[in-house]
């Protein structure tokens, strides 16, 4: 796997282990940089794995060259080595390669990102396909967890912790994702459905609001965004920027068919606190 340090990738290196598979570390400690793409192919020979799942990625508020080199030409260039030795691979795009104006977006449905990291996840999957054509291309939406907390809330609370009044945006509407069923998920593409191929959506099967859905999770972490002095205001994207997308629901028809688990953020996080209160 690619993007071991990560969010999703400190979530999905147990899961890979969990389900009986040797863990094979394809980031900095195995000479990978993302940002010099030729690193890739090395690697890949010298350890080669047979199923690749590669979560790397440069993501928002990077510089626009790292997010092309990171995204687009190494996830290319991992797709290409992953076909050069017959490796399985699974590659995690995003909903933001869509524009937010025709959802729901079916699992083929064609990209038109509307900003730049969304323009390079969209390139990075075209590229992926493009040269390795038996791999997957997962689209999913904000990832989040109920034991780690996900790095957008992590950025709310600091900013609460700073005194600062927070700005959600209410038109903004996702399928929160969660970590633990995307890593299960991944896992079942890479080892067991390994006949899928092309574009695939895997995010949580209830659509949410930003707002909406930074409440809930601010509440599941106890945080009181009014105590806490700073407080919550409801914007609409729309009149801040033309470059978020603002409906990104996704058909999850052929997660359906696989018998991939989707839950959404009620279902989750209402088993999350009754585990809690029994324990
Ligand atoms: N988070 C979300 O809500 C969300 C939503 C939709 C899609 N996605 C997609 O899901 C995947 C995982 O996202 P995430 O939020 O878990 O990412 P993350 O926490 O930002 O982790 C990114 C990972 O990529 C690695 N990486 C970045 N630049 C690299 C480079 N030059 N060379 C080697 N490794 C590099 C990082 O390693 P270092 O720590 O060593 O830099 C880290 O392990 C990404 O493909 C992202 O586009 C995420």
């Known amino acids: 796997m690619t ?3 990560g969010y999703l990738g400190g979530r999905l290196a147990p899961a890979i282990e969990a389900a009986g598979h040797q863990l094979v570390d394809l980031g900095r400690p195995a000479g990978v940089d993302l940002l010099e793409p030729a690193t890739v192919a090395a690697a890949v020979e010298r350890l080669r794995p047979a199923a690749i799942i590669h979560t790397a990625a440069a993501n928002p508020g990077r510089p626009e060259a790292t997010m092309d080199t990171v995204n687009r030409a190494a996830s290319g260039a991992l797709a290409e080595a992953a076909a050069s030795i017959g490796a399985r691979l699974v590659h995690v795009s995003t909903d933001a390669a869509f524009d937010g104006r025709h959802a729901p977006y ?3 449905a064609p990209t038109h990102p509307l900003n730049e990291y969304g323009r390079t996840k969209a390139a990075g999957e ?4 493009a040269v390795h054509p038996a791999a997957v291309a997962v689209r999913t939406s904000l990832i989040y967890g ?3 907390i ?3 809330t992590a950025g709310f609370v600091a900013r609460l912790r700073a005194g600062q009044r927070l700005a959600l945006f209410a038109d903004v509407v996702r399928q929160p994702v969660w970590v633990e069923a995307l890593a299960a998920n991944l896992v079942r593409l890479a080892v067991e459905l390994v006949d899928e191929r092309g574009t695939i959506n895997v995010a949580g099967e209830q659509a949410i609001d930003r707002a909406a859905f ?4 601010l509440a599941y972490w106890n945080v009181d965004a009014e105590a806490w002095g700073g407080g919550i205001d409801d914007v609409r994207a729309a009149d801040v920027s033309d470059a978020i997308p603002l409906d990104l629901r996704l ?3 052929r997660a ?3 018998g991939l688990a989707c839950p959404g953020v009620d279902e989750v996080l209402s088993g999350a606190a009754a585990g809690r209160s029994g324990s």
């Open 256 to 258: 359906a068919a696989l």
């Open 106 to 108: 079916a699992d083929d």
């Open 3 to 5: 993007g071991l340090s």
């Open 146 to 148: 109920v034991h780690d």
């Open 150 to 152: 996900d790095r957008s």
């Open 214 to 217: 930074g409440r809930r999770m």
């Open 126 to 129: 075209a590229a992926v396909l």
């Open 251 to 253: 058909r999850l028809d």
